[in-house]
């Protein structure tokens, strides 16, 4: 981690495009699972549940590996704030899903 002021600028930056890149990345693996209208008499919740929960499981093995190779990149002093990022990133996650349906 740089430091000064504006570091966490640049992590927030690094942030964002991993998150982007990861719902983005899991949307095109995950298009052909669930069913996009909902509103049909035989519709089942089965379907887009299947895909909400490949969906959390997929993100999560994602972001364990993410931070298995950050946290092994920055010194032992800034390993502290990683969990910050982590518990933004599964806030994130809960977001994510409304969009992904």
């Not at 740089?2 to 927030?12: E, T, Y």
């Not at 495009?17 to 049909?40: A, K």
């Not at 895909?51 to 959390?56: D, N, P, R, Y």
Request: glycine residues 6%.
């Amino acid at each position: 981690m740089s430091s000064g002021k504006h570091a966490w600028l640049n992590w927030l930056l690094y942030f964002i495009i991993f998150e982007v890149v990861v719902f983005l990345g899991l949307q095109w693996l995950l298009s052909g699972l669930g069913m996009s209208n909902q509103l049909q008499p035989e519709n089942t919740i089965v379907p887009n549940w299947v895909k909400a929960v490949t969906f959390i499981l997929l993100y999560l093995l994602c972001l364990l590996g993410a931070v298995m190779v950050v946290s092994n990149t920055v010194p032992n002093k800034h390993r502290q704030h990683l969990m910050r990022w982590v518990y933004l990133a599964l806030l994130g996650m809960l977001v994510m899903l409304f969009f992904l349906f």
